[in-house]
């Protein structure tokens, strides 16, 4: 007969030796790390904030971890509206503890959601493109990837006077937001220095879909090329309607900011046939970041990948790249990791500005080509120039506040 | 509408009220006795006085703008903020209202539109001090309050709630008071009261001033609330909102403003993560309410309560 000492000695060392393997897992269990998105669902720009979620998305389920801790994605839908932004980032942000926040669908937003997880304490990559975000307004928590309005303007515009010396008379259509007003400042300051006639400009707010007033007023002022300030689905609105009203004979057409791939296809050849675009991304640029996109997008869809995944992709890719760099989920030393930082991004070898927070990456200046001329059914455009051009860091107002 | 004060609404509503922290995230319940705040102007005027105003965004949006830049220019402290954006609110409405609530019917309510619309334009075109399309960011986000410090969301969700509270009351007295029967005389037969020797002008002005205040208070509430403006607060959008919380909560309550805020928020927060044209569903639903439940879903307990032969859910 067993005794009983004997008995609870054995009975505790089977406990402990049954206990032990779920004690031994958690002890080497990775921890996991909360990264925030804020996307439109919808609202004005949901097209775009979705497709921009299933980048940053991939992305984070592409690299599974980062610094040792397994990521976990939270999606926070703010309906394209700055104020839900900002309510849901303060809900992460105070209740669930969440420091490490990506993405926006529109500038706006961006501007709101930089200042909020600055004064949290937290780290903000996003994809706005307006100055401000790397300029006056700019903070220490926040990083940006695709250009800023300045080099889009600087990457198309001048080039497109270059090549069009004859072209002075420039009419403008503008977003009034704060990217749309970045652009047309830009524009505004290209045309100075090239002796541009700026021979108008039309602004359209943010809720407008119909443009045939702002076309007709551009027509009236005959100018050599309509610049288009704008983004998203405006930009691919604005330009139907001016290629429906026959602006496109005697007028070249820019679209300073495009999504490119979406965009395209969404305007269709006719549409596109001899309109330049701007671009921040392009399928058909190969890199080794670039390839890893593609198969990445190609797995999840079967396609190409559009400028929106990409850039969905990239400010995922930034963030995750600083925490492996740190190694380390802590705020500050990500902020430090990050700057002065190079890795392989979407378009090539990309490198994190240590002034600004500025990703410095190419911009393209694309021309779109006519059905016939197309090599796929993704062929809509050829990358006519590639430029880094980028406004020197003291020269941005950029004091990280 | 008129009726006992406080009333089993009361309760109900203050009860909501301690339960919601803890049924959900405190941002979200912040976030609906703020529209609760702003539906209450809309209640007010539709319920008690039949005035339907599209406009009520325009107060809200006033009241938010220049409670944020007396925080933030002035280093005005939140409870001066929300005060002055009640009286900017009530300013502004008794300006307007003496110009258009002496029109009745569908020009009474196409003013209001109009005023709206004008609004938001004028935020725009005065960007340098509203933020425009960027809204009004930079404002502090820790506060005190009676020595009180306003930090963590649930100390601003206590701020607010107070802030609906007083409002909720006042509404609930004034229509349970002999002004609140007049304003119910002028809704059922303006000419009449007119005739009984009411200055009814003097009446629908005075509720559309009172309107504008609590609308303003609830855009004071927002801006310290988020610690930035968006431009959203001052869209037409804003006061359509306010209408169909109204509308689906109910006007013949006070309560029925705080039910359509509750229903509105947490169903716009569930369906926009399943389609995003959620509006539509929102639209179906605002179509139903009208047709099979035109009291709101605050009539919901009167009804219980009328077939029960007892008197609960009474506004």
């Not at chain 2, 509203?130 to 969301?153: D, Q």
Request: one cysteine or more.
């Amino acid at each position: 007969m067993i005794e009983r000492r004997r008995f609870l000695t054995s009975a505790t060392a089977a406990a402990a030796v049954l206990a032990a393997p779920p004690l031994i897992r958690r002890a080497n269990a990775q921890s996991v790390l909360d990264i925030a998105a804020v996307y439109s669902l919808s609202g004005t720009f949901a097209n775009v904030g979705s497709a921009l979620n299933d980048g940053s998305k991939w992305a984070v389920e592409a690299y599974g971890s980062a610094g040792g801790n397994k990521l976990n994605y939270v999606l926070l839908d703010d309906r394209g509206d700055a104020g839900e932004a900002v309510r849901k980032v303060q809900e992460v942000m105070t209740q669930h503890g969440i420091k490490h926040v990506v993405g926006c669908t529109n500038s706006a937003i961006g501007l709101a959601v930089q200042k909020e997880v600055h004064a949290r304490g937290g780290i903000y990559v996003n994809e706005a493109g307006a100055d401000e975000i790397t300029g006056k307004d700019c903070n220490r928590s926040s990083f940006r990837w695709p250009v800023a309005c300045y080099s889009a303007v600087n990457s198309t515009v001048r080039p497109l006077i270059d090549k069009f010396p004859q072209a002075k008379r420039w009419y403008t259509i503008t977003g009034q937001y704060v990217f749309g007003d970045s652009l047309l400042s830009n524009c505004k300051q290209v045309f100075q220095e090239k002796g541009i006639q700026h021979v108008g400009n039309s602004y359209h707010s943010l809720s407008d879909r119909e443009y045939s007033g702002y076309i007709a007023t551009a027509l009236s002022a005959a100018p050599d090329v309509l610049a288009v300030c704008n983004f998203g689905n405006q930009t691919v609105d604005v330009i139907r309607q001016a290629v429906s009203y026959g602006m496109k004979r005697n007028t070249k057409i820019l679209a300073v900011w495009s999504t490119g791939l979406d965009q395209y296809q969404a305007l269709g050849p006719e549409n596109c046939d001899g309109v330049y675009f701007g671009c921040n991304f392009w399928h058909g640029v190969d890199s080794p970041g670039g390839r890893r996109v593609a198969e990445i997008v190609k797995q999840k869809t079967g396609d190409v990948p559009n400028y929106l995944h990409a850039c969905g992709y990239a400010v995922a890719q930034v963030l995750i790249e600083g925490i492996n760099k740190a190694g380390s989920t802590d705020v500050p030393k990500i902020i430090g990791a990050l700057e002065g930082l190079s890795y392989e991004g979407p378009t090539g070898t990309e490198t994190v500005r240590p002034q600004d927070h500025q990703v410095l990456k190419d911009y393209y200046l694309m021309l779109g080509k006519a059905k016939g001329a197309m090599k796929d059914k993704n062929d809509f455009a050829d990358v006519v120039a590639a430029t880094k051009a980028f406004l020197p860091p003291d020269k941005t107002g950029c004091t990280m506040g | 509408m008129a009726g006992r004060f406080p009333n089993v609404a009361t309760l109900l509503v203050v009860a909501a009220l301690v339960v919601m922290p803890f049924v959900m995230h405190t941002t979200l319940a912040t976030q609906i006795v703020i529209f609760a705040t702003g539906t209450l102007s809309v209640t007010l005027l539709l319920g008690a006085v039949g005035l339907l105003s599209f406009g009520q965004g325009l107060f809200l949006g006033l009241g938010a703008y220049t409670c944020a830049i007396l925080l933030r220019d002035h280093q005005a402290g939140p409870l001066t903020g929300l005060v002055v954006a009640m009286l900017a609110g009530a300013a502004l409405a008794l300006a307007l209202g003496a110009l258009i609530v002496r029109r009745r019917g569908v020009y009474f309510v196409m003013l209001t539109l109009a005023f709206a619309q004008m609004g938001y334009f004028a935020m725009l075109a005065f960007k340098g001090v509203t933020g425009g399309e960027n809204g009004l960011t930079g404002l502090p986000r820790t506060f005190r309050v009676l020595g009180l410090p306003i930090e963590s969301p649930l100390s601003f969700y206590v701020l607010t709630t107070v802030a609906f509270l007083i409002v909720f009351l006042l509404v609930q007295r004034l229509t349970a008071s002999p002004l609140g029967s007049v304003l119910a005389a002028i809704r059922e037969n303006e000419g009449r009261s007119e005739a009984l020797g009411y200055p009814v002008v003097r009446y629908k002005l005075a509720a559309f001033t009172a309107a504008g205040a609590i609308a303003g208070l609830a855009g004071g509430l927002h801006a310290v609330f988020l610690g930035f403006v968006p431009p959203s607060d001052i869209e037409l959008e804003m006061s359509q909102r306010l209408l169909i919380m109204a509308i689906i909560g109910g006007v013949g309550s006070p309560a029925g403003a705080f039910a359509g805020s509750v229903f509105y928020t947490l169903v716009s927060e569930a369906l926009s993560e399943i389609w995003a044209r959620w509006l539509a569903l929102i639209a179906l639903l605002l179509i139903a309410i009208v047709l099979f439940l035109p009291g709101g879903l605050w009539s919901i307990g009167r009804l219980v309560a009328g077939r029960w032969g007892g008197r609960a859910g009474h506004g």
